[in-house]
């Protein structure tokens, strides 16, 4: 049984930081690419960013670029989000990811598997 348990998040003042964190278990970790995305109220899904199974390659949504990074740790079946310089347009809830193969992808539909969810709030 694959699953991908999420834990941080939370409530924090515009400027802050976050992690979230995300543990993977029941399915290949170190060869998943592995992704977070968000999803406002009322609002679409969004990509915030993934990672290539070895590491070496990610992406950014263009709201988080130079402001959040993703990592992964591959000897703890465990993907990070490492979020800075956080504001109010970054609430939401954030969903990790896995997916088979080593590409990196912006795209959520070829993503296999998902963690429960964590809510992020940022106040003024």
């Known amino acids: 049984q694959v699953q991908l348990v999420q834990s941080g998040g939370g409530l924090v003042q515009a400027g802050g930081s976050l992690r979230l964190s995300c543990a993977v278990s029941?399915?290949?970790?170190?060869?998943?690419?592995m992704g977070w995305f968000r999803q406002a109220p009322g609002k679409a899904r969004e990509f915030v960013a993934a990672?290539?199974?070895?590491?070496?390659?990610?992406k950014y949504g263009d709201s988080v670029k130079g402001r959040f990074t993703i990592s992964r740790d591959n000897t703890n079946n465990t993907v990070y989000l490492q979020m800075n310089s956080l504001n109010p347009e970054d609430t939401a809830v954030y969903y990790c990811?896995?997916?088979?193969?080593?590409?990196?992808?912006?795209?959520?539909?070829?993503?296999?598997?998902w963690g429960q969810g964590t809510q992020v709030t940022v106040s003024l």
């Open positions: 990672i290539s199974g070895s590491g070496y390659s990610s």
């Open positions: 990811a896995a997916k088979g193969g080593m590409v990196v992808t912006t795209d959520a539909l070829q993503f296999e598997n």
């Open positions: 029941g399915r290949p970790f170190s060869t998943s690419a």
